[in-house]
């Protein structure tokens, strides 16, 4: 069974300060992917970042970075910069021979 | 190109009752995934709907069930309404099944069970 572990329920982060959200994962698939959504306090999942198992170089989207480390089975986001509409709730999931399995998440709050 | 939209967006039933859920995905999208949210949890896979044919379900019982139409909307039915079914229910579409890092969701129907 594929699992999604986040260890942080909140972290605080002051405004254009580099934060770090930690994800493990769990899987015996050798071909998956994983994801980082976003979900403000009006609920709409919004996608930010994808890295598949192949892929050799760690996936990036402007401030955002995923920091992949398979022997780990880690992918933490790395959100550069941090801004006020930053906060959030974020969830890494991940997507094998399943539909996509998420994590319980982490509440960013970014601070003035 | 629209997103992704459901209906209604908040909903409040009494138990035992029954409640349809809507779901109209993004243009040129014909998979449609629903999830659950539970308060403060992830979303959990319910199950997805592929050319109006489920492919794929996850750990609900059968009086949770779907549908999709001809124009790839989708529709999530749930009978016999208990109390634990209260919780944030997302739409997602994907333009094939299955696809990786295009999954698009909806703003989600809020239910309350009371």
């Known amino acids: 069974a594929q699992k999604i572990t986040q260890t942080q329920p909140g972290m605080f982060v002051q405004e254009k300060e580099a934060v770090t959200l930690d994800c493990t994962y769990d899987?015996?698939?050798?071909?998956?992917?994983l994801f980082w959504y976003k979900q403000p306090s009006s609920g709409e999942m919004i996608f930010l970042i994808y890295?598949?198992?192949?892929?050799?170089q760690n996936a990036t989207e402007g401030r955002y970075s995923l920091n992949f480390q398979k022997a780990r089975k880690s992918a933490n986001l790395v959100i550069s910069a941090s801004q006020l509409g930053d906060s959030a709730m974020y969830f890494c999931?991940?997507?094998?021979?399943?539909?996509?399995?998420f994590g319980k998440g982490t509440r960013l709050s970014v601070i003035a | 190109e629209t997103g992704v939209t459901q209906s209604p967006t908040h909903l409040i039933k009494t138990r035992g009752q029954q409640v349809t859920l809507r779901c109209s995905s993004q243009?040129?999208?014909?998979?449609v995934s629903w999830y659950q949210q539970a308060l403060g949890q992830g979303p959990q896979f319910i199950f997805q709907?592929?050319?109006?044919?489920?492919?794929g379900r996850g750990n609900f019982p059968p009086r949770f069930s779907g549908l999709q139409f001809p124009n790839y909307s989708s529709e999530l039915n749930v009978n016999a309404l208990e109390l634990d079914d209260s919780a944030l229910y997302l739409c997602?579409?994907?333009?094939?099944?299955?696809?990786?890092?295009?999954?698009?969701f909806g703003p989600g129907t809020r239910l309350t069970v009371l």
């Open positions: 899987t015996s698939d050798q071909s998956y992917g």
């Open positions: 890295q598949g198992s192949y892929d050799e």
């Open positions: 997602a579409s994907s333009p094939t099944a299955p696809s990786y890092n295009e999954q698009f």
């Open positions: 243009s040129g999208h014909n998979t």
């Open positions: 709907y592929y050319r109006e044919e489920e492919n």
């Open positions: 999931a991940m997507k094998g021979n399943t539909p996509l399995v």
